[in-house]
């Protein structure tokens, strides 16, 4: 945003440089012939910008689940992994004590249950017991599943396709529950993520269409949607996270690299003329326009770009007619001929 501010002030400054009219020049010559745009539509767009991160779309991060010696560890950072690979071995002395422990608590349910069940028909336990019996089995069983998944827990395996982006331990080390091993990543699908500034966060909404420029691959524009817009603020920018996908596949779009976002807004009430035409004057901007063949100094405030020129917010209204050649040769109250472009 802060660019495009500049490249408008170069350009209005430039424009201002052109030889100027004396507002007096025009009495007694002959109608000057010049070129105008007629203002059709006061309601125009503007292209604002971000700076934007790709990311990849789903990324996780693999924790040791319990704490344990990695006992081995079987990819590297880069490496392609598949759904279901093991990407490492923990050993808990814990978790294993605790399985040992409910399939005995299991073994030992299941006998008494037989057991029971032999003299039950019999008569010689009563109803009242054997619910007890029947109960302590459910509760070894439950036990001894949850044993039995901690146990697997300690193989580690990647949840999804995708890349090894980062790896944070190494063999033979002693990990805490929940210390990061490895982290992969999905890059089949890139989002880019950037952060909008709370006076415009409003004017974005999701499924709005967005132009990205990643400077680091050289390939054109890639075309997408704004995904999401943050509800809050960071307390110390005061903007707001958002995120925008890409209608075509990544390319050679990779997790990190900085981008910028284009997204085009209304801007409101404006009207689009070339930057050619904005004239400085003291401390004030104009512009020529013609009414019933005669030349006046319009002032005009103006906004940001728009894709065909600059937007003048304030000083022009639906049918004026604007010079865009020979401006340089009119002046206040000169008599011309208007020809629209």
Not at 199 to 212: A, F, K, R, Y
Request: hydrophobic share 40%; glycine share 10%.
């Amino acid at each position: 945003m802060k660019r495009a501010a500049y490249y408008l002030a170069v350009l209005l400054a430039l424009a201002g440089c052109a030889p100027k009219s004396q507002e007096t020049a025009g009495a007694g010559r002959a109608p000057v012939t010049v070129k105008v745009q007629k203002i059709t539509d006061v309601s125009s767009t503007e292209t604002v910008s971000y700076v934007g991160t790709a990311e990849a779309a789903k990324s996780t991060m693999i924790s040791a689940p319990n704490s344990g010696r990695l006992v081995s560890l079987e990819v590297r950072r880069g490496d392609r992994v598949s759904a279901g690979q093991v990407i490492g071995q923990i050993e808990s002395q814990t978790v294993r004590s605790s399985w040992q422990m409910a399939q005995a608590t299991l073994a030992q349910a299941e006998d008494g249950y037989d057991r029971a069940m032999q003299v039950y028909d019999s008569g010689s336990i009563s109803e009242v017991q054997m619910v007890e019996i029947n109960t302590k089995l459910s509760q070894a069983r439950a036990a001894a599943d949850a044993a039995q998944k901690a146990l697997d827990d300690c193989t580690l395996k990647a949840p999804f396709d995708g890349y090894v982006s980062d790896v944070l331990a190494s063999e033979s080390v002693q990990l805490n529950m929940f210390e990061p091993v490895v982290r992969i990543m999905d890059i089949s699908e890139i989002i880019i993520s950037f952060s909008v500034p709370e006076s415009e966060i409003n004017s974005l909404t999701p499924g709005q269409e967005v132009t990205v420029d990643v400077a680091a691959t050289g390939s054109a524009a890639l075309k997408g949607k704004v995904l999401s817009k943050g509800i809050s603020a960071s307390p110390l920018s005061h903007s707001y996270d958002c995120t925008a996908s890409l209608d075509a596949g990544p390319g050679r779009l990779m997790p990190g690299m900085v981008c910028e976002v284009h997204v085009l807004r209304d801007s409101g009430h404006g009207a689009v003329v070339p930057a050619s035409v904005i004239q400085t004057g003291t401390g004030s901007r104009y512009v020529w326009t013609v009414d019933d063949g005669i030349v006046h100094k319009t002032p005009v405030k103006v906004g940001g770009f728009s894709g065909d020129g600059v937007i003048v917010t304030e000083g022009l209204e639906e049918g004026d007619l604007v010079i865009v050649e020979g401006y340089q040769k009119v002046s206040s109250g000169m008599k011309v001929t208007a020809e629209e472009q």
